[in-house]
């Protein structure tokens, strides 16, 4: 027995005791939470290297009996191909969101800087906007996106974002009123037009804010399925979900769950490298958002 443990108290070795045990406890239940969430996408990946039959098996095996990679080279046999649809994808998120980042910023300077007439009444009418459902919206958009000849084609889903987002433009306000007006106010003694002061004062101290954010964006618009199944029916702009629901309804009669699962996997990966390079602007721009001048 330690010198040490021989001076605590009874009482004192009891709570010591407990402190012990609620650590052991939580890292109990963490543990337990990580096991659900990583559980699944271990057995994604692992089903995606296994056989068709060996995947319908009614009995349940974790690992392959052999490593088969013909789901992967499947993928590339696809009408349009796995890489085509990644590639449309892409081209969709690269067209909207520098674009539609730069001008929510833009529209958050103004209504948590500037001086507008009635900003409040605008920014709660724009806000307004997000009780909508989307399902509501999508007869009348699409009605006017066949009407001039969109449908078919990618800019029913790039020329909106282009127009901003109006959730990101509220965290971006909220997150721009941490940042002392003082720096705003220098700027307009030293003769700054606004949008100078937006671009090199604003923008490079919100960038935190912004990182998390695109990854938000990025992460809506890769997952997205609903709006590409409606307006890229049968072209050859479909994207990457809509081309993964499409090989799973051609799985009714002939199933090929190790198919779909290496879809999957090949369509997370850029999810996670994205989120493992910008995770530390996640706590940044939640710290500093709750943050008031």
């Given at each position: ?16 005791a ?7 406890l939580v890292?109990?239940?963490a ?7 990583v ?8 089903t ?21 990679f013909?789901?992967?080279y ?9 890489a ?9 998120e ?6 539609g980042?730069?001008v929510?910023?833009l529209?958050?300077?103004a ?42 084609t990618?800019?029913?889903?790039i020329?909106?974002?282009?127009f901003?987002?109006?959730s990101?433009?509220?965290?971006f306000i ?14 307009r ?13 604003m ?33 050859s702009?479909v ?5 993964l ?21 090949i369509?997370?990966i ?16 939640l710290?500093?958002?709750g943050?008031k001048?």
């Amino acid at each position: 027995m330690s010198p040490l443990s021989k001076a605590l108290t009874p009482a004192q070795k009891a709570r010591k005791a407990k402190r012990i045990t609620s650590n052991i406890l939580v890292w109990i239940l963490a543990l337990f939470v990580v096991f659900l969430t990583v559980f699944p996408y271990f057995w994604m990946v692992l089903t995606s290297f296994k056989d068709r039959l060996e995947a319908m098996a009614i009995e349940f095996r974790v690992f392959p009996e052999v490593f088969h990679f013909d789901s992967y080279y499947a993928l590339g046999d696809q009408d349009p191909s796995f890489a085509r649809a990644m590639l449309n994808t892409v081209i969709i998120e690269i067209a909207v969101i520098p674009i539609g980042t730069f001008v929510t910023a833009l529209a958050a300077f103004a209504f948590a800087k500037m001086r507008l007439p009635h900003k409040t009444f605008w920014l709660l009418f724009l806000m307004s906007g997000m009780m909508v459902p989307y399902a509501a919206l999508m007869l009348p958009q699409y009605r006017v996106f066949s009407q001039i000849g969109w449908v078919g084609t990618p800019l029913p889903l790039i020329i909106p974002g282009l127009f901003g987002n109006i959730s990101m433009m509220f965290f971006f306000i909220q997150y721009m009123k941490s940042i002392p007006s003082a720096l705003i106010e220098a700027g307009r003694v030293d003769g700054a037009s606004w949008m100078r002061i937006f671009v090199q004062i604003m923008l490079p101290s919100i960038f935190p804010a912004i990182a998390a954010q695109v990854v938000f964006w990025f992460l809506g618009i890769w997952n997205d399925y609903f709006a590409p199944s409606i307006y890229l029916s049968g072209s050859s702009w479909v994207t990457l979900q809509a081309l993964l629901a499409l090989i799973n309804d051609n799985m009714q009669r002939m199933p090929d769950y190790p198919l779909v699962m290496a879809g999957s996997v090949i369509s997370s990966i850029p999810i996670i490298i994205i989120y493992i390079v910008c995770q530390k602007y996640f706590v940044q721009s939640l710290a500093a958002s709750g943050m008031k001048e």
